[in-house]
């Protein structure tokens, strides 16, 4: 089995044609060739599993192996030890006469085979390569992918799998979540209930049918046995990946406190959760629940080496917290101000255990509430700010924002892609990501160990799926990771995803082909508004229709920005040698007075939520469910407040402003909405004003928020947020996002 597998992780480089990524960091051309059909290799002792590897891929190649060790008769591959190298994951490839990989340790020879694999390309038997002299080195020592298998179960092999892929790419770090409110996924031999019941949700939410709940009627449980993790933990270290496995506390862990109830604020029975979100049940503090969790870490530490653990730490409502009385003697006994000292004081009792026994934790962001515990890791992942703050107070950090890592995003058009989450992060954005933020000096970003893509699996039900939505965003992650800045160039990569693709297809991976999407956005200057029609794909042209029929080969080819005038659909493709690659993806734009009109914004939206800008609100881009960030501005915590400028006096009948309300995903609508008017941009009144109740029933029903006949120039919109989201929704306490979409003016 060991064989087979890593034979897939070397065949998956035939397809480069003398492309690798992550890119190397210095190449030389040496102008010359070097083809051989007999090899031997050369080895130091230590590389002698690394050695055989090779073999079994050569040999795999149809390559002849020269046993005879007939120097003159076949070329060499040496595989020897470089004193004093820098780096420990850093290698020196050769390729001249013969083929030298050189480097301090087994993980650096392991890369340069890597990238020898991928130079080698799709031949077989007989071997020419372009002589060339490689010297590379990484450029973060954390380069890691993640994937949720609490969420949905994946099976043994495909976790192999996965693993190979992130080995091709030189990623050295697997975070595997493990548990969490829908399931607890690792045997636990001292508390045999949280398989025997956690690791079971009597049946699963059917898409996002959160009001009125859905489900499918249909059991769902899988879990990983300790032999079976033993197994993954070795092939992992083979290919020199550091699997990190998260167990998840305080919060989320409702399907453990459904195996064991007691260890709950309530000690009532629950159910292991169907439904996505946030529970208000979590772990009671109090020394029995410090005891049981101490077993838990016990046994994941023996099954696991890793220096880090992560502990979770995110979205720990403090509901159950502020009426639970073990919680309140503990505040009182140890001084704590709140429940967030209680969230910290939980943290470093967690810590203080890992630390004693030789290991580090690492956590979300979230465990910097309160005050971060003495020697542990963040993971920053609702923006850089909890990564910048960790680092500010030396603590390692690790970057994942959702804005760039998160893979559960949409990578595509909405309408063409499978269901997701929400957001949209495209394969070029995430390779633009930079995970040192401006904010560090160089001291500071010394603490930053690098970033991760992460694999939240809700609406990821089967492992075709994972891979489509990893891939091939984890390859642009890889090279973020490991390539450094002044050698990238998105346009260059491009050309190596596409060879990246044919190799995909060889190995029936399943992965997205977003990349050939035409994206049409929307440019406002001088009051007028233009469509943009962009792709990257070379030697390729982009065909559109406006108000027709789907482009084809003999439709108009795009050429300059269209300016729009009136209501329009535009369709366009990507095509190649007159023939639609790709999917035709299709927008209309709903022109109106307010379109294309200046607009100000007193508080500018969420940084996060803010592509486009402003003039998302005036562009004639009505967003929809699903959402995506495409189409919205967020505003966490705080107001909107829009000043738009007709231009001139205008009758208006009817003002509709799209709001979105997911709640699930923390999104409320306005608490209270004001239309206010003005002639002259000075003295404003009052239009219209609307309660909460107003503002649901509008929404339900699609209206608008104002219907009658007014003449203005200036209209001011105020629409205040649910600054804290209440009781009874997902995240009760915590800031609410407001989403809007569109400002229309009839």
């Known amino acids: 089995m060991k064989k087979i597998l890593f034979i897939l992780v070397f065949t998956a480089s035939q397809s480069f044609a003398q492309q690798i990524i992550p890119k190397p960091n210095t190449i030389k051309e040496l102008n010359g060739k070097l083809t051989f059909s007999q090899y031997q290799v050369i080895y130091d002792a230590e590389f002698k599993e690394e050695a055989q590897l090779l073999i079994d891929y050569l040999d795999q190649k149809n390559i002849e192996q020269e046993v005879n060790n007939n120097e003159s008769l076949s070329t060499s591959i040496y595989l020897y030890k470089k004193e004093n190298q820098s780096n420990n994951e850093a290698y020196d490839l050769t390729i001249d006469k013969n083929i030298e990989i050189s480097a301090h340790t087994s993980a650096g020879i392991f890369y340069g085979i890597q990238s020898l694999i991928q130079l080698i390309g799709t031949q077989q038997k007989q071997i020419e390569l372009n002589t060339v002299e490689i010297n590379d080195i990484p450029r973060f020592e954390w380069r890691g992918m993640h994937l949720d298998c609490s969420r949905h179960y994946f099976p043994v092999q495909f976790i192999k799998k996965y693993i190979d892929i992130l080995a091709l790419h030189k990623m050295n770090t697997f975070h595997w979540h493990l548990t969490d409110d829908q399931g607890w996924r690792i045997e636990i031999k001292k508390y045999p209930l949280l398989t025997e019941i956690g690791s079971k949700r009597h049946e699963t939410m059917v898409d996002k049918n959160f009001e009125p709940y859905i489900g499918d009627n249909k059991e769902y449980e899988g879990f990983y046995t300790q032999e079976e993790i033993k197994d993954i933990v070795q092939y992992a270290a083979e290919r020199h990946i550091t699997i990190v496995p998260e167990i998840e506390m305080p919060g989320h862990a409702v399907a453990a406190l459904t195996a064991y109830p007691e260890f709950s604020c309530n000690r009532t029975p629950l159910d292991v959760y169907t439904k996505w979100g946030v529970s208000d049940d979590v772990f009671c503090v109090k020394d029995s629940t410090f005891e049981f969790i101490y077993d838990i870490l016990h046994e994941v530490m023996d099954l696991f080496p890793s220096k880090y653990i992560h502990i979770g730490g995110d979205e720990v409502p403090k509901t159950r917290w502020k009426v639970c009385k073990n919680c309140q003697a503990v505040i009182k006994q140890n001084q704590l101000k709140?429940?967030?000292e209680l969230q910290s004081f939980f943290i470093k009792k967690i810590d203080s255990f890992v630390t004693a026994q030789g290991r580090n934790i690492i956590?979300?962001?979230?465990?910097?509430?309160?005050?971060?515990?003495?020697n542990a890791a963040v993971m920053s992942w609702r923006g850089e700010e909890g990564g910048i703050e960790a680092a500010k107070q030396k603590h390692n950090v690790v970057m994942t924002p959702g804005s760039h890592c998160y893979f559960d995003h949409y990578?595509?058009?909405?309408?063409?892609?499978?269901?997701?989450?929400?957001?949209y992060t495209t394969l070029e954005k995430v390779y633009s990501y930079n995970?040192?933020?401006d904010a560090l000096n160089m001291e500071e970003a010394q603490y930053v160990l690098g970033a991760q893509g992460n694999v939240w699996t809700e609406y990821i039900p089967t492992p075709e799926h994972a891979m489509y939505m990893a891939l091939p965003r984890l390859c642009a992650l890889s090279e973020v990771?490991?390539?450094?800045?002044?050698?990238?160039?998105?346009?260059?990569?491009?050309?190596?995803?596409?060879?990246?693709?044919?190799?995909?297809?060889?190995?029936?991976?399943?992965?997205?082909?977003?990349?050939?999407?035409?994206?049409?956005?929307?440019?406002?200057?001088?009051?007028?508004?233009?469509?943009?029609?962009?792709?990257?794909?070379?030697n390729t042209k982009i065909r559109y229709t406006i108000n027709s029929t789907a482009p084809n080969a003999s439709s108009a080819i795009y050429s300059k920005p269209i300016l729009i005038k009136e209501t329009s659909l535009i369709?366009?493709?990507?095509?190649?040698?007159?023939?639609?690659?790709?999917?035709?993806?299709?927008?209309?734009i709903n022109f109106n007075k307010a379109t294309a009109k200046p607009l100000e914004l007193t508080t500018l939206p969420d940084k996060r939520y803010s592509t486009g800008g402003t003039n998302t609100l005036i562009d004639g881009i009505v967003g929809s469910i699903p959402w995506t960030g495409k189409e919205w501005l967020g505003w966490l915590g705080e107001d909107m407040e829009a000043n738009l400028n007709l231009t001139k006096l205008e009758t208006v009948k009817k003002i509709k402003i799209s709001f979105l309300k997911a709640p699930e995903s923390?999104?409320?609508?306005?608490?209270?909405?004001?239309?206010?008017?003005?002639?002259d941009g000075i003295r404003y009144k009052t239009l219209k004003t609307l309660n909460e109740f107003d503002i649901e029933e509008i929404y339900k029903n699609g209206g608008a928020y104002f219907t009658g006949n007014i003449k203005t120039k200036y209209i001011k919109i105020v629409?205040?947020?649910?600054?804290?989201?209440?009781?009874?929704?997902?995240?009760?306490?915590?800031?609410?996002?407001?989403?809007?979409?569109?400002?229309?003016?009839e």
């Open 338 to 340: 709140d429940e967030h």
């Open 363 to 374: 956590g979300w962001d979230e465990i910097l509430e309160g005050g971060l515990a003495p």
């Open 411 to 423: 990578q595509g058009n909405k309408k063409t892609e499978p269901l997701a989450i929400g957001g």
């Open 435 to 437: 995970p040192i933020p």
């Open 481 to 538: 990771l490991w390539t450094y800045p002044k050698q990238k160039n998105y346009t260059e990569f491009v050309t190596r995803i596409i060879q990246q693709m044919k190799l995909l297809d060889e190995l029936k991976i399943n992965y997205s082909k977003a990349i050939y999407d035409v994206d049409i956005v929307t440019k406002i200057q001088n009051n007028t508004n233009k469509i943009e029609l962009i792709n990257t794909i070379p």
């Open 571 to 588: 369709q366009a493709g990507l095509f190649d040698d007159e023939k639609l690659i790709g999917k035709i993806n299709v927008q209309s």
């Open 666 to 679: 923390w999104i409320h609508l306005p608490s209270q909405l004001y239309i206010k008017t003005s002639n």
């Open 719 to 745: 629409a205040p947020s649910r600054h804290v989201i209440p009781k009874g929704f997902q995240g009760a306490g915590e800031k609410g996002w407001m989403f809007c979409s569109e400002i229309i003016v």
